[in-house]
Each structure stands twice: as C-alpha cells, then as structure tokens.
C-alpha cells in the first residue's frame, strides 16, 4: 500500500499561520515575506512591522517556511524603509524590533 500527501501554498500557509512562522511567498518572481495573519481560500495576509500585503494564491509559485523555529534567536522582517532588520526573541516567545518602544 502507498500512501502519499498533497500540500498545497494553502496548506503550508495556514500551518505557518498556526505556528507564528515567518513565511516567504514567490509571486511573480519577487519574493515576498512577512508573517501570515490571515489565510482563506482565495489569499494571504502578510505583515510586517511597516505594512500589510494581500496576495492571490493563485498568484503565488512558491512558499518557504524556517524548518524550526522554537530555537530560533531571531527573526527577519523588513524595517519602514524597506531594509532588513533583525528582532531578538524574548523569554516569552515573541519578537522585540530593535528601536521599538511599548
């Protein structure tokens, strides 16, 4: 007996959404990253610290997800001016942005 398993973009990204994991998605071929916040049968909503993007999933050719992340020190995203900017994980599992005030 052969058993397979079909994963789609959907898929992978709600189990990114129900994992609080930072996802990359391909559209066009731009990469476009961010963490899911919302996902349905017709698109994504990615955030970052600046911004919110709506995507298709049709419109979507690729999805990369971190293979772990509970031992991650840091998480990437994309500061105001659109540059790279790293946030240290704290004792409870979140992300502090450096400069961020509460």
Do not use: C, K, Y
Not at 4 to 28: I, Q, Y
Not at 51 to 60: G, K, M, Q
Not at 64 to 82: G, K, L, N, W, Y
């Amino acid at each position: 007996m052969h058993s397979s398993t079909l994963f789609t973009v959907g898929t992978a990204l709600r189990r990114a959404e129900d994992n609080g994991l930072p996802v990359e998605v391909l559209v066009h071929g731009h990469w476009l990253r961010g963490t899911v916040v919302g996902v349905d049968g017709q698109g994504v909503i990615l955030s970052t610290h600046a911004e919110h993007s709506v995507v298709r999933l049709e419109s979507i050719s690729a999805v990369r997800i971190p293979e772990t992340m509970p031992d991650a020190p840091v998480a990437e995203t994309f500061d105001d001016q659109h540059q790279l900017a790293m946030a240290g994980r704290e004792d409870d599992g979140s992300f502090a942005m450096p400069g961020a005030t509460v």
